[in-house]
């Protein structure tokens, strides 16, 4: 049983994910306790607890402390199997945060995971679907995973209502070396507004703003169906080799074209990092990176923009389970299988 602090660093849900998805993958049981305390309400929410009952259902596992509010859990997993779930969180739970556990545990199913999740698709503290689609998956695609995504519908803050199938196929995960970017090839940003903004030509707004600092993107203007209405733009700097994504969300009393300028901001700070990748995507790809590496005995390289502090909390959870070496240096994190020598790989 491995014991994990869920108060480390920044003390939040992604130490809780992380852990559950690599004791799934390991088979190794975690007791995480201190869950969520850096937080203001310290302790499981329902979004955690959504991801993790299926993770336990999917593994055949067994879990104990799972309960609104519980701050430790037990969870001993077995053989991860596919199949197809329906996971309802009933808020606005971030579908992307669900999927942060249970995607990489289907890469390690005996058959394609084929979920159902209804939640919320753009909503604070968390990756927006398209982000999840359109950057993550490309370069999970790179390592050789297929994730299949189609939104039915969108859910924003409060009421959630958004439904999202998601299709995790069994995969070898491949380790990458990625330290150039080579040159942009184009930059793309698309307004999401629900129908209801509409007269208010919300999405036109958005792109108004985001052209404000790139005036050649590429944009596209959508609206539709959602319970709460709410608005969004996804944008993307497409290189030779690497790609950045950066979102910005729409909030009551906030202009929209303020929301647009700000993601296009956002992009243009990744863009000048010269980066392949852009600082979210770190956060993210970090658990697939090591898993590569671990089951091939191969380096990872990868140069990154920076390390935020859900890196830092990633690796440190990432080296509690797995037999790891993270070091980086002038922008290029290496991860190596501890107990091979320079020269070996």
Known sequence: ?????????????????????????????VHVYNIRAGRRKPGLRPQHLCGIKFASQITNGT??????????LTYIPRNIKGGKYLIDTRTAGAVTLILQVLAPI???????????????TAVPFSPTIEYFRNVLCHFLKMMGCTILLDTERHG???????????????????????????KLLKIDATAISSNSLKKRNVSERLIEG????????????????????????????????????????????????DVGKEAALSLKKEIESNAPVDRWLVDQIILYLALATYFHKMVSVLKIPCLTEHAKTNIW?????????????????????IGIKEGQV
């Open 210 to 257: 985001f052209k404000e600092i790139f005036d050649g993107a590429n944009t596209r203007v959508l609206y539709v169906d959602s319970i709460s209405p709410s608005c969004f733009v996804h944008t993307q700097a497409h290189f030779e080799k690497g790609k950045l994504g950066a979102d910005s969300l729409g909030k009551r009393g906030k202009k929209a074209e």
């Open 317 to 337: 959870v990432i080296k509690k389970i797995l037999p790891l070496d993270f070091e980086i240096k002038d922008s290029i994190m290496q991860i190596t299988p």
């Open 1 to 29: 049983m491995i014991e994990i602090d869920g108060g480390y660093l920044e003390g939040g849900g992604q130490i809780l994910r992380t852990s559950i998805a690599l004791s799934a993958i390991t088979k190794n049981g």
């Open 106 to 120: 289907g890469i390690f199913a005996d058959s394609p995971l084929i979920l159902k999740i209804k939640g919320g």
């Open 156 to 182: 924003f803050y409060p009421a959630g209502g958004g439904k999202v199938f998601a299709k995790i196929l069994p995969a070898e995960l491949r380790t990458i070396e990625l330290v150039e970017r080579g």
């Open 63 to 72: 879990v104990h402390g799972l309960s609104i509010g519980s701050e430790e």
